[in-house]
């Protein structure tokens, strides 16, 4: 038998999210006012099958089937609110451009209200280029290149204006704020020092799910890096299990957050709240992962709706685990619907 890690001999035990409770929380959530600032990214997915190798180069041509255009970066995570039952607003920046209307529609489509979208003619809308093949009788595809077009520049001064004044109006109202850093731009300096107060006085909930720089964002609800994110905050590598709960825990007393919530892929996410140990959600076992692409904007939106909805730092995370699980299973950047989470804490045989 395999020893067990110094988690499983030292960190306290876990007991699942039971199926009335998570209905309870969603239900609460359900109609609650979230703001999503962000980078704006449109994720394209082309699909298709390899049915040759080009002649002027080895590499397969691709004949495409399908074309999907959806909502990607912190739109995903707008997304993913909405699909949970909140009222969502979505603010950032896009180009003046074909894919900038894709985007508005997509999202005005799920109800999700976009006056928050400042346009600037000077930048490229962020696209996120997906291409998925298989052979003849090859189900389900696989991704065989993403090609990224995303404009990292500083914002122009008009522009960060346009958009501090939107937050003025509408962080106010607001019962939760997440903020979703791509780094590429949209969450300057200047749009920082301007909503964390203004969300500090709402006393809304605020999540922090940045690609980088976490010491930008002190005294949060909450914070949600990937654990080379976290790592890199902290200046070292983790190894075992036991030393991913200090880091987690090191980072929440360093930015002075509610919790941290440190996502480890196939590893499963660990939990710092309070002045305890720390918690380890280790992955469920059995799940078949399609495509992990947005799992992380899953994470953020269904912890953030989970505390809106009168969950307990624990309570929100495991509830964040269940929407990961649905969405690992789908292609490309998915979300988890309330009933789906429900359904998933039911578990196999519901």
Known sequence: MKPPSPVEAHAPKVAPLAPQRARAILDAAVGTRVIVLG????????????????????????????????????????????????????????????????????????????????????????VKTRIWAGGDRQRPQRMVARVD?????ELE????????LYLEGA????????????????????VVRALLPLAHRAGAVITVDAHGALHRFPNVTLVTPNQPEAER?????????????????ELRRRLNARAVLVTLGERGMALASGDGPGVFIPVAPNIQVADPTGAGDTVAAAMTAGLVGGAGELEAALLADLAARVVVRKLGAAVASGDDVVAEAHGPAA
Do not use: K, W
């Open 233 to 249: 905050e902290l200046g070292r590598e983790f190894g075992a299990d036991a030393e991913i709960l200090e880091g987690a825990s």
């Open 171 to 190: 962080v106010p109202q607001a019962r939760a704020v997440v903020i979703s850093d791509y780094e590429n731009g949209v969450v300057s300096p200047g």
């Open 39 to 126: 980078d704006m990214v449109v994720d394209e997915h082309i699909i298709g099958r390899a049915r040759a190798i080009a002649r002027e180069a080895p590499v397969p041509v691709i004949e495409q089937d399908a074309r999907l255009l959806v909502p990607g970066g912190a739109t995903n995570v707008a997304n993913n609110l909405r699909a949970l039952g909140c009222e969502v607003l979505v603010a950032g920046v896009v180009g003046a451009d074909a894919m900038a209307d894709a985007l508005r529609s997509q999202l005005e489509a799920r109800g999700i209200h976009t006056a928050g979208v400042m346009h600037d003619a000077t930048r490229n809308t962020s």
């Open 157 to 164: 001064r008009d522009v960060e204006e346009q958009l501090i």
């Open 149 to 153: 077009l995303v404009d990292r520049r």
